[in-house]
């Protein structure tokens, strides 16, 4: 039962466009989410998170939306830029767990 | 942002032997590390989680005995892949919590491909 999904696995958007990558979970336990994206043959890196406690966070060309009720978030990159092409994945969990649950990643291409 | 590293970066072995990996925090003490594992096109498999002073915790039909994981000091973790075999193949990455990030933000090492023969 994969609790984290990333249904898309690829997305192709064009420089100066908007990205949207799109996560859901089954889990009512967590109550932090989070993106990371990665380049290949790296480790990934944070890039942008929410807590449940709020419906929306930004950072730049970066923000998350997040619909509790729906049990889904979503990452925009506005802007997009070609450097932005890399594998984002989105993942969540339960303050009291400490670790992260991830999705599969989608894969993010931006041509020029 | 918090460092953490990773070495090997890539190792090729021959079946059957057995291969460290090593994975430190750099500049701040991590008394959990967590052990991942992807295949290619695919999520990041949490296999164990690394604790300082105490046994590991590893996921469910992650075999203890084949990943040996030792965390020896507060900015060390070890995972020993043993006996390995071509199916073991993969990206092993490591993360650490930061104290000082938000809350679940995970601080990942650089990975290391291993290439069983």
């Known amino acids: 039962d994969q609790q984290v999904k990333q249904n898309s696995p690829s997305l192709s958007v064009q420089e100066g466009r908007i990205s949207i990558l799109n996560c859901d979970y089954t889990n009512s336990m967590f109550d932090y989410f989070l993106w990371y994206k990665k380049y290949p043959a790296e480790g990934p890196t944070f890039l942008i998170s929410i807590s449940s406690i709020k419906d929306k966070n930004e950072d730049g060309r970066f923000t998350v939306f997040l619909n509790k009720s729906a049990k889904h978030l979503s990452l925009h990159i506005v802007p997009s830029q070609p450097g932005d092409s890399a594998v984002y994945f989105c993942?969540?969990?339960?303050?009291?767990?400490?670790?992260?649950?991830f999705g599969d990643g989608t894969t993010l291409t931006v041509k020029p | 942002g918090a460092v953490v590293s990773q070495h090997p970066s890539r190792v090729i072995c021959k079946s059957g032997t057995s291969v460290k990996i090593e994975c430190r925090s750099l500049d701040f003490q991590a008394t959990t590390m967590f052990w991942y594992r992807q295949f290619p096109k695919k999520s990041l498999m949490l296999m164990a989680t690394?604790?300082?002073?105490?046994?590991?915790?590893?996921e469910q039909g992650v075999e203890k005995d084949k990943f040996l994981i030792n965390h020896a000091s507060l900015t060390l973790s070890t995972l020993t892949v043993t006996s390995a075999h071509p199916e073991d193949s993969s990206f092993y990455i490591c993360s650490a919590p930061s104290g000082g990030g938000a809350v679940g933000t995970q601080y990942f090492g650089p990975g290391t491909r291993l290439t069983v023969l």
């Open positions: 993942a969540a969990s339960a303050t009291n767990a400490g670790k992260s649950t």
């Open positions: 690394s604790n300082e002073g105490s046994k590991a915790t590893y």
